[in-house]
């Protein structure tokens, strides 16, 4: 599976902002990525938006840095303006993985 550095971009672009949104609990959709990499997508929005925020009483919070509480659309908003590059580094390494794994199979 070769994937250009462009392609490479978008899809951990794609990848962060669905597992932002997840966490939220907002809806997201993978339906534009490439069908290679669905399935791992799926997978690392799991793992990653469980990273991402802790629900404890219905009060949501920021797991990464602790603050809260939020909504689900100011969970969103804030991730994504204090925390984006630090999602897009959590996505590349499971790509990474995961695309390492699927190589040396
Ligand atoms: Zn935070």
Redesign the pocket.
Same mark, same amino acid.
């Given at each position: 599976m070769g994937y250009a550095r462009l392609d490479l971009i978008y899809i951990v672009s794609k990848i962060a902002e669905a597992a932002i949104r997840s966490a939220a609990g907002l809806s997201y959709s993978l339906d534009d990525m490439p069908q290679s990499v669905k399935e791992a997508a799926a997978a690392i929005v799991a793992t990653v938006s469980e990273q991402i925020a802790v629900e404890d009483d219905r009060i949501l919070r *920021?797991r990464? *840095?602790g603050?809260g509480p939020f909504t689900r659309k100011g969970l969103y908003l +804030?991730?994504r303006r204090? +925390?984006l590059d630090t999602i897009y580094d959590m996505v590349r390494r499971e790509l990474e993985t995961y695309l390492w794994r699927t190589k040396n199979i």
């Open positions: *920021c990464i *840095c603050k +804030h991730v204090v +925390h």
